[in-house]
């Protein structure tokens, strides 16, 4: 949720150290993955509040070992237009989409981690999709053909 790096492994220290703390916030051993997911989101959100909105322009090139620069600019616009409408989302949204989509996460397990009914993800993830839509409505025709010419 926070692109890995520094800031994801100062959340999960943060996590296992509430954890360390007050283990007695587990009630069910079978619920500690449950618990860490909600406390690792909900410090996530709690760190997207304190930085505010999230600029295009500051957002971290990503690596690209394929050659070409023209294949590069392509991977990186496509990369850079879909990380900020992603940013641009409401929090929870935000946090369901990623869970869902990159984390592989499923909806039941999401549910447990936002502290959420399955209904409620799925909800979070249908305003999500049209969320994104909306924003790249203007563009998604130019960067389906970046994405079908990488």
Do not use: C
């Amino acid at each position: 949720m926070l692109g890995g790096g520094d800031g994801a492994e100062d959340v999960a220290q943060e996590a296992f150290l509430r954890l360390w703390q007050n283990p007695r916030q587990v009630r069910d051993g079978k619920a500690l993955k449950s618990w860490l997911m909600r406390v690792a989101s909900n410090l996530v959100v709690d760190r997207y509040r304190r930085q505010g909105p999230v600029d295009a322009g500051e957002l971290p090139d990503t690596a690209d070992d394929a050659p070409g620069p023209e294949l590069a600019l392509r991977r990186t616009n496509v990369a850079a237009a879909v990380d900020s409408a992603i940013a641009g989302l409401p929090e929870r949204q935000r946090l369901a989409l990623v869970l869902s989509h990159y984390e592989g996460y499923g909806n039941p397990e999401i549910a447990l981690a936002l502290d959420v009914s399955v209904e409620a993800v799925e909800s979070l993830l249908a305003r999500a999709r049209r969320g994104l839509k909306a924003v790249l409505a203007d563009r998604w025709q130019e960067l389906l053909d970046d994405v079908a010419s990488l």
